[in-house]
């Protein structure tokens, strides 16, 4: 039932850049053909797997630690109102400076290398999986612990079987949206101070005025993201949310 | 130029615009943000390729550019690179690498872009690289590679106009050049004449009156004596002093060992009628 829209929409994107390469002159906006030989290019010369695996390494290492410090402060400010009053103005200073500030003080901190890059981004996307959390903790449902209290059930049980469960989807959607956010930081972060990865290269073909090359990276770096959109989140979700039901109007849409 | 009202003599006044890198003044160039400007050679040459409507009207200087490493280092000729960490403080797209990539391919048998690991960062940090052992080469700025041979604090491995000068003879290529658009060379060839008249003018002018490289000196904030002495006695020599046929045969040569040496990566192919003399005064 989904496919077909899917496709849709990709034909549709994939003729709003033909049109858009028409319109323009090359070095403005190559098209598709012009793009995807760059890709192929750089696919076939090996140098795209090295600066890939330095970005998502980047990107990944910086995840967990968005994740580690987003999980930890949205549940202290969830569960604690002291710990929400002492922790708001932190989260509100994380939300408030800019991505690139993080990024040069940790650049002069830890020097030009990856501890740098994957501080810069765990400390800059971690506000966003805060708040995320610290509003899934206030919307779980209490009559249920209630209820897990009335049978008895421990602590740790009920956080397994009851808070947990109605944190997760919380847990998740923070997850992937710090991702987007986390890609964009290490975009920053290679561009200012690394010497490898996506960002570096962009930098590299954005000096050599080479929009083709621009494009092909920029692509290259959203496929391998749908993959891990695709391939893992989504299926990731649907396996550890099964217990849900669906929203009857958003069943009967699909 | 301006302060010596050497623009005034030809009755040009200019807007002075500033940029923080070399590769955001390329841009301005390249958009016709700037009417004239000061760029790197062979990404101009780069630009126009891309279909930039950029023209190289004068040369500016050749290389004062070292690469440095440690007094202790075994690296003692650029081959020894193989599998080493360069730094670059431009990274390997600027013009100053594409100068050193030639220079060490062509005459060392070494392809910096895949027998060395390039590390990009700035002039200084790159120095202070150097000495923790992070890198073990830097390819430094021009005020950099003054400074730190003055300060005797590493050993030269190469300097690179004077290495190009040993190897072909005769003058060196401009790396640093004036560039205009077609477009306003076209509507304003005065203006682009006069504004040569006064960089010629500013040249005799820093060979009549050396006490401007301390003025310049003071403006970067080089305080030191020794410093400020050599920035002179580097610089000066590597100014292009005549905008020529043998001149520009020169700059056409190198681009040609640019675009065969490093391809691809750097120069697609060499553009046509990218140099000009016809405006030269």
Known sequence: MTTLPRVLSIVSLLLVWLVLSAMFAPNIVPG???????????????????????????????????????????????????????????????????????????????????????????????????????????????????????????????????????????????????????????????????????GYQLNYWFGLFSMAQVFAWTLLFLLVMFAIEYLLFKPLEKRLTRWRTGVPALQWAQ | MEGHGLLDQVGLKADKVKSLSPANLHLMIAERKVDIGFGGFTTMATARSEGKDIIVIYGVFSPVNMVFVRKDSPIKTPMDLKGKKLGVFGGPGSTTFAFLAVLAKNWYGIDLFHDSELVTAPAPALAELLGKGDIDAALLGTVESIQNFAQDRYRVLLDLSADYKAH?????????????????????????????KAYKN????????????????????????????????????????????????????????????IGESVLKVVPADLIRNDYTP
């Open chain 1, 32 to 198: 598709p053909v012009v793009v995807f030989k760059a890709m192929g290019e750089n696919i076939a010369s090996g140098k795209v797997f090295y600066h890939l695996y330095k970005t998502l390494l980047r990107v990944g290492l910086g995840l967990v630690l968005t994740m580690v410090l987003g999980v930890a402060t949205g549940t202290i400010m969830g569960l604690s109102r002291r710990g929400e009053v002492f922790l708001d103005s932190w989260v509100l200073v994380g939300l408030t400076v800019p991505a690139i500030v993080n990024s040069i003080i940790c650049l002069l901190w830890f020097g030009l290398n990856d501890r740098a890059a994957v501080v810069a981004i765990g400390t800059a996307a971690f506000p966003a999986v805060s708040i995320s959390i610290w509003q899934g903790i206030k919307g779980i449902d209490t009559q249920l612990v209630s209820m897990g209290q009335a049978f008895h059930l421990n602590k740790s049980a009920i956080v397994r079987k009851i808070v947990f469960p109605q944190l997760l989807p919380h847990i998740l959607a923070s997850m992937r949206y710090a991702l987007g956010i986390c890609w964009k930081i290490c975009t920053t972060v290679e561009l200012i101070g690394m010497s490898s990865g996506v």
């Open chain 2, 202 to 261: 500013g040249l005799q002018y820093v060979h009549a009156h050396p006490e401007v490289w301390d003025e310049y000196a003071e403006s970067i904030k080089m305080d030191n004596p020794a410093e400020r002495a050599l920035l002179r006695e580097k610089m000066e020599p590597n100014l292009v002093e005549h905008w020529d046929a043998e001149q520009i045969a020169l700059q056409n040569d190198y681009l040609k060992l640019v675009h065969d040496i």
């Open chain 2, 168 to 196: 072909q003879g005769g003058r060196a290529p401009a790396h640093v050049i004036v560039a205009t658009n077609e477009e306003f060379a076209k509507a304003h060839p005065d203006i682009v004449r006069d504004y040569l």
